[in-house]
């Protein structure tokens, strides 16, 4: 391939992003991330971002990156290890903080044509501290909500967008930086803001949208009727597991039960069986139990169905599930602004085993088939 120009890529991974999803902290903010670690918890981001290197096909960039598993390790673990034009000091290989990404986000300021990241939208938050809209940049999902907007659908699309940014197939937006406030996230609140812009290049199919949320007296009686139907056709002998959402909690509502609204709450017979469940507690239930259905609803704006804020359900837990015992619930409102819906399970065989036509639950026996998919190249 013949260069007319190189680009220089900074690249930063934050190394402990996503570790609380599976483990059921929906996040790694603060003490979050002693108790993941008490819990099992192994990191995400670094394979994520190997995933992500191995992915892109152009040969016209450099990489300006962080020590350590901020950036160097993966990068040397990479197809594309050659690149590597210079490692940014100032942090250490102990364990990283906020800060240590703003100082390096900074350093790359005026070295850098593009910024990429690995990580979910408490890093995005810090890269905005850090260059405002002074950079374009590329955000690597690999966090637990991710609602911001300027995330790739998964680690192959961020390749693909990267590799067309190289050959100036792009174009650059700006994008919604959005956070929660994860101790409140924790405790069944939702408290999103906008904390402000980053430009991001942008191509049909590779980016995904903000979260939207949906309210009102229509919206609410469209979920109790969703809630009606499905306690309706239960079987009082089957597990059910119920995603996060409140058009999902709604049937527990309607049982009067007292669910976690984030949180992945396990069901039987009437009551609650396992509440707020992460990974290996989802695991038993499919031991001990067979033919456990799955209800869970898409996010509203984006379409994710898993991946983003339920990665309790994980590839190992999927797997174990019969595509057939996965209900997707979904109001008219949230439905109707969604073509196709995705998955990121963070395994691409999973998520191709997921891809295809489901019916969606949208009203009181009412369906709409859609597709749902996966990004690969």
């Known amino acids: 391939m013949t260069c007319s120009k190189i680009v220089k890529v900074g690249f930063i991974v934050n190394p402990i992003a996503g570790m609380g999803g599976r483990v059921g902290l929906k996040g790694t903010d603060g003490e979050a991330y002693k108790i993941a670690l008490e ?9 994520r971002a190997i995933e992500f290197l191995n992915a892109l096909r152009n040969e016209c960039f450099e990489i300006y990156t962080a020590p350590g598993l901020m950036g160097e390790e993966e990068v040397s673990k990479s197809i594309h290890a050659g690149k590597l034009a210079m490692v940014i000091n100032g942090v250490g290989n102990r364990e ?31 890269i905005y501290t850090a260059i405002g809209m002074e950079l374009p940049v590329i955000a690597v999902p690999s966090g637990v909500k991710m609602y911001s907007s300027i995330f790739a659908l998964n680690p192959y699309a961020a390749a693909d967008l990267l590799a067309k940014f190289i050959n100036g197939e792009t174009i650059i937006v700006e994008r919604e930086v959005l956070d929660i406030d994860e101790e409140a996230f924790r405790q069944d609140k939702i408290a999103i803001r906008a904390y402000g812009y980053l430009k991001t290049p942008v191509y049909p199919g590779l980016i995904q949208a903000g979260k939207s949320i949906y ?29 996060p959402g409140s058009t999902v909690k709604a049937i527990c509502v309607k049982l009067g039960l007292t669910c976690t609204l984030l ?15 992460w990974e290996n507690q989802l695991l038993d239930v499919l031991k001990n139990y067979s033919g456990v259905k799955l209800v869970v609803t898409p996010i509203g704006g984006q379409g994710f169905i898993f991946g983003r804020g ?8 999927l797997s174990l599930i019969d595509r057939d015992n996965i209900i997707i619930v979904a109001t008219e409102s949230k439905i109707r602004e969604l073509r196709e819906l995705y998955v990121d399970t963070g395994d691409p065989a999973v998520d191709k085993m997921l ?9 009181y026996g009412r369906y709409r088939v859609i597709r749902v998919t996966s990004y690969t190249h």
Do not use: C, H, W
């Open 39 to 47: 819990r099992g918890a192994q990191p995400v981001s670094p394979q």
């Open 215 to 243: 309210s009102g007296i229509d919206e609410e009686l469209n979920k109790e009727s969703i809630a009606e139907y499905i306690v309706e056709i239960m079987d009082p002998y089957t597990p059910y597991i119920l995603g």
């Open 96 to 126: 990283t903080t906020r800060e240590d990404t703003i100082l390096i986000a900074r350093k790359m300021k005026g070295l850098v044509d593009i910024l990429v990241f690995v990580g979910g939208d408490g890093t995005a938050r810090d």
């Open 355 to 363: 891809e295809g036509y489901y019916r969606v639950l949208i009203d």
């Open 263 to 277: 949180g992945v709450d396990v069901i039987l017979g009437g009551r609650i069986l396992v509440k707020d469940a």
């Open 310 to 317: 339920n990665q309790q359900l994980s590839p190992k837990v």
